[in-house]
C-alpha cells in the first residue's frame, strides 16, 4: 500500500494546527493525574474490550470510558462552547470542582499552552510555552477569550471567502471546528452532519456548509464568490419587487374587502345597492351613504337640542337651590346660637340652685369658727341673700328661667325650619342626580352617533379612493412600471446563473486534483473496480464511491472524503489546518477487515511521508473499540489505551458520577 501514495505532495507547510498533549487535573496545584500525548500523523485513542463475557451495561464495548469525553475536552480546549461541551464540563465539576484540563497546541508554528477549568470560568489562561510546567510559571500572554477569538482571523484567513456571499455571514473557526471534530453522537449519518441536532452556528443549515467547505480549501473562486454575491442582491431585488406587484394587484380586491366588511357590520341592506345609481329613481350605495350621513347630521342635531335642554333644566335648579341653601346656612347658624345661649343660662340657674341647696344641707360644726353652721353668720347671711331678702339673686333666677323658655320655643322652631329646608335641598339635589344619569345616557347616545358618522365618512372615502384607482390610468402604469423591474430582476438573475451554471459544471485545477486525491485513496482501500468522484456543490454528498448497496462505502464515503481534505491541505494552500479528529466512527458498519485496511491506509500516508525526509505534515486523531491492526497495536501511533474493567484505566481514572445519581443516591 505504501506504493501508491505518489500523488501524496511534497508538504509545502506545517500544519496549521496540531495538538501536542492534553493533561488533566483534579487541582491545578498538583500534577496532572492524566496525561495523553499526541503526535503529528496517525493517533490512536483504544477502548480495549473487555475480556470477561459477563461485563454488562458502560463496560461492555468499551463504553463509557472516556473516548468521546476526550475529544470532547481538545474542542473545549479549543474554544467550542457547543451543548455536548457544557454537559461534560458541568459533570466535571461536580466530580472535580477545583480540576481543569489543559491543552498543549501548536497554531502556525507557534506554541500555546491552554487551560480551562470546570467550574471557574475566570481561571482559563493561555501562555506561551512547551511544557505543562510553563503553564504557572508565566503570566497569561493573552486572556483567553481574546485568544479563541483570534483563532478566526489565524486560521481562516487564506479561505476563499471570509463571508457567506448570499448572506454576507462571517466564517468563523467555530464552524470550522464542528467539521474537524465531529460529534460522536452525529453518527456520520451524512457527510456535513457535524453536530447533532444543535446546527453550528451557521444561518442556512443546508447551503452554508458546502461553501464553507469551498472557502476552506480554497475552492471557490473570486469570480464564483462574486456572482454569487450578485446573484444574492438581485434574488433580494426581484422579492421585494414581486411583492410590491402583488401589492398593487391585491390592493383593490383589499380595500372592496374592507368596504364590503365595514357595510356589513353598519349596514347589511347597503351590501348589495349598486355603486351608482342607473337612473335618477334607482337606489345606490353613494346615495344611501348620503343619506346616511344626512340623517346622523340631523340626530346629531336633535341630541344637541336636548342636551342643551336639560343644560337650561340644570341651571334651573342650581338657581333654586343656590337660596335654599343658603337659608339652611342661616337658620342653622340661628339655631346652633340659640342652643348655645340656652346652655350658658342653663348653667347659671342649676349654679344657683346648687348653692342654696347644698348651704341648706349644712349640719354639722364650722372647723374654722368650731361652731355649729345654723349658728355660722356667715353661712346664714349667704343662705338669706338666696332666698327672700336676695331680691337681685331671686330676679335672676326668675329671669333665667324665662329666657330658657323662650329659647327653648326658638330652638324648637329653627330644628322644624331646618328639616323642611334640607327637605327641600336633598328633593333638589335628587333632581339634579337623575339629570346627570340622563346627561350620561345622552353622551353615550352623541358618541355613538359620532363613530357612526366617522364610520360612514370613512367608507364613503374608501369608497371614493377604490373608484378612483380601479382601472385608473395611473394604476395601471404603476403595475406595468413594477411588472418591468421584476422582469428586470429575472433577467439579471438569469444572466448571472448561465456563468454560474458553467463555473460549477467544470471542476477547476483545485477540485480536480481534490478529485483526484478521492479516487487514489478508493482505489487504494478498495481496488480499481471502484471509482470516488467529487460534486463540490452537493449539499448531502460532496464525495461518492461508485459501489452501491450497503451503509458501509456511505460510511467510508465520509471518512475518505475528510481524508482527502486532510491530504489536500498538505501541499496546497488552503484554510484546512491539517488536523481531523474522527470520534469512534461506525467500524461495526464497516466490517472489521475494512475498519483495520481503513486505519492502515492513514499509517501508510504517515509512512510515505516520513520516506519524503519531513515531519508529517498532518494530524489524524481517531478513537476506536475495535483492536488496530497487529502491526499499529503496539507502536507509537496508539496514544492511549483505555480498559473498562479497570477503574485507574478509565480516562478520569474513575467512573463520573453525574448529578441525577447524586441526587439518587443522596
Known sequence: MDDNFAWLEQPTHEPALYLKRLAIYDDPKKVPFREVPFRRGLNIVWAIEPTHAQAQGWRAAGHGVGKTSLCLLLRYCLGDESPNTTKLRKELASNFPKGGVALIVDIQGQSHIVYRSFKYRNSDRVVHGETLTELWSHEPAIDATDFFDSLTPTLLHNASCARVPETDQPLEWRHLLAWLARDQEARFKSFYAWREGEGIGLSRSRQDPPILLRSVLGLMSSEEGKLLRQLASAKQALEATTQDTQTLLRESDLIKARIEAELRDLDPQLVDLPLHAPDLFSPSLMAALGEKDAELNASLEEWQNRYRTQEEERQEIFRSLHPLEEEYHRIDQRLKRAEAARARNEKEFSRLTS?????????????????????????????????????????????????????????????????????????????????????????????????????????????????????????????????????????????????????????????????????????????????????????????????????????????????????????????????????????????????????????????HCEKLGNEVPFQYIITTTTPPPEALSDSEKVVLKLHPEVDKELLFRQKLVVEEQRTTTG
Open 355 to 607: 348653692e342654696l341647696d347644698r348651704l341648706k344641707a349644712l349640719g354639722s360644726d364650722c372647723q374654722e369658727a368650731c361652731i355649729p353652721f345654723k349658728e355660722c353668720t356667715h353661712v346664714q347671711d349667704r343662705i338669706q341673700k338666696l332666698e327672700l331678702p336676695n331680691i337681685q339673686d331671686s330676679l335672676k333666677k326668675r329671669a333665667l328661667q324665662a329666657q330658657m323658655e323662650e329659647v327653648g320655643q326658638y330652638v324648637d322652631r329653627y330644628q322644624r325650619a331646618l328639616a323642611s329646608k334640607h327637605d327641600d335641598i336633598n328633593l333638589y339635589k335628587q333632581k339634579n342626580k337623575a339629570l346627570d344619569s340622563k346627561q350620561n345616557q345622552q353622551l353615550r347616545i352623541r358618541d355613538t352617533i359620532i363613530e357612526r358618522a366617522a364610520r360612514f365618512m370613512n367608507l364613503r372615502a374608501e369608497l371614493e379612493r377604490w373608484e378612483s384607482t380601479q382601472g385608473s390610468e395611473y394604476r395601471r402604469q404603476l403595475v406595468q412600471t413594477a411588472a418591468q423591474h421584476e422582469q428586470q430582476h429575472r433577467n439579471d438573475i438569469a444572466r448571472l446563473e448561465l456563468p454560474l451554471q458553467k463555473i460549477r459544471q467544470s471542476l477547476n485545477s483545485h477540485e480536480k486534483k481534490l478529485e483526484s486525491i478521492m479516487q487514489c485513496l478508493t482505489e487504494c482501500l478498495l481496488g480499481d473496480d471502484f471509482f470516488g468522484s467529487l460534486e463540490p456543490q452537493s449539499d448531502e454528498r460532496p464525495f461518492g464511491i461508485s459501489a452501491h448497496g450497503g451503509e458501509a462505502y456511505r460510511v467510508l464515503e465520509i471518512l475518505l472524503g475528510d481524508l482527502s481534505c486532510l491530504f489536500y491541505s498538505v501541499g496546497n494552500t488552503s484554510a484546512f489546518p491539517g488536523i481531523l479528529i474522527h470520534d469512534c466512527p461506525r467500524e461495526a458498519d464497516m466490517g472489521p477487515k475494512l475498519y483495520e485496511e481503513y486505519v492502515t491506509l492513514v499509517a501508510a500516508a504517515e509512512r
